[in-house]
């Protein structure tokens, strides 16, 4: 089919042209033949043809424009009904065609009929099916937009209806739009029940809007407060001091209650509802309770006004019985607890102090708050009452027995006892022998040989202790005890045991700035000044050493020992020298009286009387020739050695004499050589020198001498030349390097 298609086309186009070329070659023909109706005129008849001239048509165009309204979208205008469906409502808004509105827009409306007038909202002049579109919906929530911001720049009161509750408040159909009533803007007073408001028709001034979501926050209350404005001013333009007024509760706080005096509020604080005191305001008032309240102060400028109920009536105190006065008793309950004591109400209003003194007899000192508890009853006694003042004091423990008369009866001097330790201190415990006798052990009585740093060292709280009465003060309510006193003083043995130059094993168990603590046998401590710490090998001893120790100082007095390592250590030298010096002793010894035997033979053998010599002379008759003429070169030999020696022997006779002048604290070896040069060898001659002197020597040896201080020396050498080596090291132990 389309190829015959395309050849009919074919042949009509060759048709065509073929017709266009004959046309192009013969001549154009300029004449026509006349027909019968040639000379008949068609533009006769009136058909098609336009009988107004262009101003006639110009102006009836006018006149038509001007029967229709001027539409414009997205704006609000009056349409009629002019017919009603099931579904639609059609409407003439004087249009060129009329609107649609479902009817579903119109049921706010209870009937809607041809004629009724409603306003709509042109969304489209056109839509694709050429027809004008409308919104009632719309309409109204633009409309209700409208009245929102009028309300909020001017003021207008608008109409809503509550639709629901939501948190916080509710939700109020303003004209067709939403907006919030927050619970607080319902009403002046406080709202708790917020269902029954829900279907409720309520005027509203708008106090918020939000232009971008179109959102509103509306308040009733703000209706009330301006209804109640010139009210309240003309209640608190009569208001005068002391004036009572009939007021309502209507908010109860922890610190008072609001009032509704009539229109304007006063606060009745906690403290003026009552002359007892109330933990909280709803112990007496109610909401919605009514009270006649008296105008205790009023400001017109801040509109605040201070109300008081108890002030309407009469003091506790004016009414106070004369049957409460000093020494009389009385019982109450705690209303108030302070640091230095509680405060005990007898009755409404009136209140006495029970001073944390006058809890009990303890010396130990109560802390209130643990002792009393809120709404606790007492009994307790007057101790002072001053009605003009409306002030009370009491005590509790003055109505039982003061238990110290006849203390000294009960718990006697040097008595013994079993207490509970109720306090520590740095200094000692506090101990109760029963209920209010106490006393304290001094740190220093708890045991007769250890030291305790803190008395946390030997007891804890709670723990009993067994105790001595050492002395009563009456007076101050005090009694001196003491734990060590249970025991006999083992000083007076210990002095048999720990004498003055006696030595020990013993532990360092405590280490200090002067010194360290060295527990001795027995569990006995002892004090070792630092510089007797030092050790053989240089070093000094640390806490857990164990060590022999020399006892240096006894002070039974005092219970003081004071131990050296150091000390111990030269004497163990001292000792190993003077065995070395006796050893050296004995052999000069044996020298010399080997000389003085030699000499005696010589000096006999000269003089030619001793049978010594003879017996020598027949020992040498019987020698050989060579022995013979040997003998006379041999006596020669020993009588110059003997000459040779006389010198040495003196020379070893007077070391014998002199003395260690080292062992005086201040002299080193440079020192003994120079008083040694000044003819000073010996203990002996150094204690009976002249301080002076010595120090003449010292200036003589230069000024590197000059330094030393000699005022001792004397002191020390005499102690030394009397053997009274025990002494010395107690003196040296006092001394700094030979000074004092």
Not at 81 to 108: A, H, P, Q, Y
Not at 667 to 689: H, V, W, Y
Not at 729 to 737: F, I, N, R, T
């Amino acid at each position: 089919m389309m190829s015959d298609d395309k050849s009919a086309e074919a042949q009509e186009s060759a048709e065509v042209v073929e017709e266009t070329a004959v046309a192009e070659q013969e001549p154009v023909q300029t004449e026509e033949p006349k027909g019968a109706h040639d000379d008949f005129d068609w533009s006769v008849s009136h058909k098609n043809a336009i009988s107004y001239s262009e101003e006639e048509i110009e102006k009836y165009l006018q006149e038509y424009e001007n029967t229709l309204t001027t539409v414009n979208e997205n704006e609000i205008i009056k349409g009629k009904v002019t017919s009603v469906s099931e579904s639609d409502v059609v409407l003439d808004i004087n249009f060129k065609s009329d609107g649609i509105v479902s009817l579903s827009e119109f049921r706010d409306m209870d009937e809607i009929k041809v004629g009724d007038e409603v306003d709509v909202y042109v969304e489209s002049q056109e839509d694709e099916r050429g027809q004008l579109v409308l919104s009632r919906r719309k309409a109204k929530l633009f409309k209700a937009w409208e009245n929102i911001v009028d309300s909020y720049k001017n003021g207008t009161i608008i109409t809503g209806t509550i639709i629901s509750k939501t948190k916080g408040g509710l939700i109020a159909d303003c004209g067709g739009l939403e907006t919030f009533l927050p619970g607080s803007q319902i009403d002046i007073k406080p709202i708790i029940d917020y269902d029954q408001y829900v279907g409720k028709t309520m005027e509203f001034k708008v106090v918020k809007i939000n232009e971008a979501i179109k959102n509103a926050v509306i308040s009733h209350k703000a209706l009330i407060e301006s209804d109640l404005a010139d009210q309240r001013e003309a209640i608190i333009q009569s208001l005068e001091k002391g004036q009572v007024l009939e007021g309502i509760v209507k908010n109860i706080t922890d610190f008072g209650a609001f009032m509704d005096l009539g229109g304007v509020d006063g606060l009745l604080y906690i403290t003026d509802i009552s002359w007892g005191r109330i933990n909280h305001p709803n112990e007496v008032l109610e909401l919605n309770q009514k009270l006649n309240v008296v105008v205790l102060d009023f400001d017109e400028n801040k509109k605040r006004i201070s109300l008081g109920l108890k002030q309407l009536q009469p003091h506790p105190w004016e009414v106070l019985g004369e049957e409460i006065k000093e020494g009389s008793e009385v019982k109450g309950k705690i209303v108030n607890i302070e640091d230095y004591g509680a405060f005990l109400e007898i009755s409404p209003g009136v209140e006495g102090l029970i001073h944390v003194s006058e809890v009990s007899w303890r010396t130990q000192p109560v802390n209130a708050r643990e002792f009393f508890t809120l709404d606790q009853e007492y009994d307790a006694k007057v101790v002072t009452i001053d009605r003009d003042e409306r002030k009370m004091s009491l005590s509790i423990k003055q109505l039982s027995e003061d238990p110290w008369d006849g203390i000294e009866k009960k718990f006697p001097v040097d008595s013994r006892h079993t207490g509970i330790v109720k306090n520590l201190t740095p200094y000692g415990v506090f101990v109760e022998l029963e209920e209010g006798i106490g006393g304290m052990v001094h740190i220093s009585d708890l045991s007769w040989t250890k030291r305790y740093s803190h008395p946390s060292e030997f007891t804890k709280v709670g723990e009993e202790i067994e105790c001595v009465i050492l002395e009563i003060d009456k007076q101050d309510r005090k009694l001196s005890l003491g734990h060590k006193q249970i025991e006999e003083n083992p000083w007076d043995t210990f002095a048999q045991v720990f004498p003055q130059g006696s030595y020990h094993e013993a532990t360092i168990v405590k280490k200090e700035d002067r010194g360290s603590i060295v527990q001795l046998p027995y569990g006995l401590e002892a004090f070792a000044p630092a510089k007797h710490l030092k050790k053989e090998d240089g070093t000094f001893a640390n806490v857990d050493d164990n060590l022999t120790f020399k006892v240096i100082e006894f002070n039974r007095d005092d219970k003081r020992i004071l131990v050296s390592h150091t000390r111990y250590l030269e004497d163990i030298q001292r000792e190993a020298d003077d065995q070395v010096k006796g050893e050296k002793r004995r052999e000069r010894q044996e020298t010399r009286n080997m000389v003085q035997t030699r000499n005696a033979g010589v000096e006999r053998t000269t003089l030619g009387d001793l049978n010594v010599f003879s017996q020598l002379k027949d020992q040498l008759a019987e020698a050989d020739a060579p022995a013979k003429k040997a003998a006379p070169e041999k006596e020669a030999k020993k009588a110059e050695a003997k000459t040779k020696e006389a010198p040495k022997k003196e020379a070893e006779k007077s070391e014998d004499k002199a003395d260690d002048l080292k062992k005086i604290e201040g002299i080193g070896p440079k020192i003994a050589e120079k008083l040694g040069e000044a003819g000073i060898n010996t203990f002996s001659e150094l204690a009976a020198a002249e301080v002076d002197k010595l120090n003449e020597i010292l200036e003589e040896a230069g000024p590197r001498y000059k330094m030393h201080d000699p005022t001792t020396w004397p002191q020390q050498a005499e102690l030394a030349a009397a053997d009274k080596w025990d002494e010395l090291e107690k003196l040296q132990g006092e001394l700094d390097g030979g000074r004092k």
